[in-house]
């Protein structure tokens, strides 16, 4: 990074006005305050100048994305929603609940680990795009 000597700042000038970061701020200081916030607010605001918000819709790779991240989800909580059946049922669970239980829980997790391999591999060529365009 290259400074421009004329865009220095002289540490020297602001040891010239001591401060206490416990003393009360002056009338004088609060004046000046109000008036520089005054006049650095623009005076009149032209209708033209203004930017309305462009409504976009998002586009069908965002939405089978974030529906992907929808279905992991409620996946998630069905799969909550079942192992809390089954411990307030009271009974010991049987070989085949514990197997489809466990098989349940596998494929959630393989299907969060390809959702996460899928974001990271389109992270990547999305910063290697960024790259090859500075």
Known sequence: MNVLPTQMVNVADFAATPTSPTAPAHIDDIAKFRETLANAAPTSVNPADQVTPVPQELSSSIKAVLNQFDSLNAHASQLGQMADAMRTSGKDLQPGQIIDMTMRCQEMVFQAELT???????????????????
């Open 116 to 134: 996460s391999n899928v974001a990271n591999r389109s992270s990547d060529g999305v910063q290697q795009l960024f790259r090859q365009q500075s």
